[in-house]
């Protein structure tokens, strides 16, 4: 096998890869293998989780095959400096892609906290009345969002448009609800 096949090998099945990943990831496939690399002291791969992951794999192939292939078309370079280059760009090219899901694409991402969905409590607005006995709906804010929510009267008689109401309880989809005027008298 002759270094140009090899190098333009490891181009084409990390650019494969990485196709794999993005259609894996796009139309929701889940395909993601995971490399685990033990080794001591802390690796600092910060949120975006482990430097070797399937996409940073992915994109050293790419690299590392796209710019040995070049290197080795000039002619001038000798093998071992083609595989430095290369494996310097292909490292490069890893990083780039590390860093842009480590800080772009997961940077935001935090565990979810069970209280910061908790529905009573909330408070809110009706915007649709709530009639003797009937449904109605209130909008509340939650995690940055506006929600709507269907809600009825915990004790039974109406709440008109407008009214801000808490929830007390929460059953079946339902929001029970009494008028935060009641609530603060």
Known sequence: MTPEVFFLACFAFGFVLCLVAF???????HFH???????????????GGQAFNFGTVAAFLTW?????????GWGGLGLAVVVVVAVVVGL??????????AKV????????????????????TVS??????GTGEMIFRQQGRRRGIPIRSDAGYPIPLGKEVV???????????REWDDLTA
């Open 33 to 47: 293998p995971h490399i685990h690399v033990h080794g001591h002291g802390h690796g600092g791969a910060g949120k």
């Open 128 to 133: 649709s009345p709530i009639l003797t006995g």
């Open 167 to 177: 929830v007390t309880r929460y059953e079946d989809g339902i929001a029970y609800v």
């Open 92 to 101: 490069a090219g890893a990083a780039l892609i590390f860093l842009f899901v």
């Open 105 to 124: 694409l997961s940077g935001s991402e935090r565990p979810l906290d069970p209280s910061d969905y908790r529905i009573p409590g909330a408070l809110g």
């Open 64 to 72: 590392f095959g796209g710019a040995g292939y070049i290197l080795n």
């Open 23 to 29: 259609l894996s990831g796009s139309s929701h496939l």
